[in-house]
């Protein structure tokens, strides 16, 4: 129960930051659209280089923050307890979840100051990308688990190994091998070395 608290916490959690991160970011959003934050009534030019160091980083941000967090679940040594499960997932999700918000941030910011269509559609873009960093519940439980399945203790949230089945299968092994490294000799019964009565 202690450990199945630890985890709804931790996406209780991930999830507050989520929900509050993409809300904040809409209604910067939509004030910019309605040209409705005064610090940027007038529309101003940027420069060509500017515009393309942010499309850049924008198209390279999206694709990494998303294959760091993936990689790094699948790097991460499974299984491992619970408590440290819940914080390593939360690490790596805040900074997916920072990288992209960072980055929508600036494209919100830059469009906001040049009215460039090129920062609006990286700005949509990049909250359809939010849908795919959603924190979810199986995720943090795949840390705690071996890939075969084998269980976890209630209190130490550790994976039992099957040592009983692992130790039979080795003495198994090893008599398979002395058997075959030592034959031992048959004896046949034929009927000519069998001795009959009275010769």
Known sequence: MKNTHVME???KLLRGHYYGNII???VIFLFSIFSMIPLFADRQ?????LERYAIMITIIAIPASLKFFVDRLKKSACPVDIPTASNKYKNISFI???TISTVALMNIFLFNISRNMNFFWFTVVLFIVFLFCKPSYAELEG???LP???GLTEEEGLVVPKQKERESGEMEEQLLEEIQNNPEPIEYNYPEN???DGK
């Open 194 to 196: 069998e001795q009959v």
């Open 96 to 98: 997916r979840l920072y």
């Open 24 to 26: 904040l970011l809409a």
């Open 148 to 150: 075969e399945g084998q």
């Open 143 to 145: 840390l705690t688990k």
């Open 45 to 49: 030019a940027i420069s060509a280089t």
């Open 9 to 11: 916490k931790t996406i």
